[in-house]
């Protein structure tokens, strides 16, 4: 009877780590994420099968994403996403790697403060204000939910303010809500200064 042999390269240890390192290192790339779920799980992680790896990506070439997921994933580990590039090996062996790209979700922002003393008010305090968030929105990675108490412990500490009276958010203009905002796995929320008031 036929039996069919799956070619095994053996490329070395490999870990989210060393993939992360090696799409992010694809030119133009300008976002990374890569989760995992051991093949020891017994169930589904965030979507992911058991022995399988997730790679979320902004910029950079299809193709080149591709071949660095190939070159550093272990040759046991399975891939998923809904984008996919087949590789070809040396041998003229053809894998088929899968990933994601990421998907900006712009959020806004109105931050109302308490200033008893306008005179003690920094003449600079909304920019800081300004600066902290978009600062910490950078720090977001794709599927992280983003939380109104963070956003709240982001801001500065400035003389002249004695509390945050209001800080609201949400994905359209103006924003209403004081709830967390839950992104998709392949989704990541954008903080940018012109969306804040």
Known sequence: ????????????????????DAVDAVTGTTFVSVKSNPISSAVDVDGIPPGCIHVVVEGGDDTAIAQAIYETKSSLAGTVGDEFVDITDSEGNTERIYFDRITQV????IVRVVVPDEG???????DQIIDSLVAYGATLVS???????????????????????????????????????????TERFIIDSANIT
């Open 120 to 126: 003690a008010y920094p003449d600079d305090g909304d």
């Open 1 to 20: 009877f036929p039996v069919t042999i799956r070619p095994r390269v053996e490329k070395g240890g490999s870990s989210n780590q060393r993939i992360h």
């Open 143 to 185: 599927g992280e939910k983003l939380y109104n108490w963070k956003l709240r412990n982001a801001l500065p500490n400035l003389d002249g303010v004695d509390d945050v009276d209001e800080l609201l958010m949400g994905e359209t203009d103006p924003p209403t809500l004081e709830d967390n905002l839950t992104a998709l796995n």
């Open 106 to 109: 712009i959020v806004y922002l």
